[in-house]
């Protein structure tokens, strides 16, 4: 596999760092919106990172100054960065690359918040390098052709809470990446072979993601306590 970055991983961080920068689209806490950046970081962290008496925003910025990762676009999860997926599709010389992290514990079915508390956070997150530069457009529509491809994937695997098959979680961060380039391609939906890539690896990564969790998950807490909580019947102790 040829990836257009490398991956470096040190416990409570996963980064993602390209050769030069790149058109980055997300909506992460610290750089949302349209970056130009190198590198895209997870950053895991527990309760005791974040406490009560500060800012969110306040604490993670710390944290990435604290780990010298203030230039990176950084995704926020309490999953175990350890446990990321990789995947990477080729469709018509088109190349999508996949790098993601899957926590599932505080899913949500669209349009349908739950009222159950959450006990265990969890959340999707999910970077997408495209081999091809793309208009600021296309940036767009690549998120929403991610956004499908990871929804896909979560109902796929069954996954659910309080009895309902989730969609996502409240917390999940898309970051889209492409080299930088003056004559970007216009259209990256499903009819185009930059979706059809994109699709495909998103797809696999946070699919096998899920199951992980699953497993993961089911180890934590047991096959019968996992089951009263996909049933709303009640929660485990933490």
């Excluded at 806490?29 to 895991?44: C, M």
């Excluded at 990435?64 to 990477?88: G, K, Y």
């Excluded at 999910?126 to 530069?133: D, F, G, R």
């Excluded at 807490?221 to 996992?226: L, R």
Aim: with cysteine.
């Amino acid at each position: 596999m040829n990836l257009p970055f490398s991956i470096s991983f040190r416990a409570p961080l996963l980064v993602a760092t390209f050769d030069a920068p790149q058109a980055m689209l997300s909506w992460s806490l610290t750089k949302p919106g349209f970056q130009d950046a190198q590198r895209v970081a997870w950053l895991e962290v527990r309760n005791v990172d974040l406490p009560a008496s500060e800012d969110p925003l306040v604490s993670i910025e710390r944290l990435m100054r604290d780990h010298h990762i203030e230039d990176a676009v950084t995704l926020i999860t309490s999953r175990n960065v350890a446990r990321h997926h990789l995947f990477q599709a080729t469709v018509e010389g088109e190349t999508a690359t996949c790098l993601a992290t899957v926590g599932l514990s505080n899913g949500e079915r669209v349009g349908e918040r739950c009222a159950e508390p959450v006990w265990l956070p969890g959340t999707v997150n999910t970077l997408v390098h495209v081999s091809s530069p793309l208009t600021p457009g296309a940036l767009v529509e690549t998120v929403s052709i991610v956004a499908q491809a990871r929804t896909a994937a979560i109902l796929d695997t069954d996954v659910r809470r309080a009895g309902a098959a989730i969609t996502g979680t409240g917390t999940d961060c898309i970051v889209v990446a492409a080299p930088r380039g003056a004559h970007g391609a216009r259209f990256a939906g499903l009819h185009t072979a930059i979706g059809e890539a994109v699709g495909k690896a998103v797809y696999r990564a946070v699919a096998e993601g899920a199951e992980t969790w699953r497993r993961d998950f089911t180890a934590l807490v047991g096959d019968s306590a996992a089951a009263r909580l996909a049933d709303g019947a009640g929660r485990p102790d933490a």
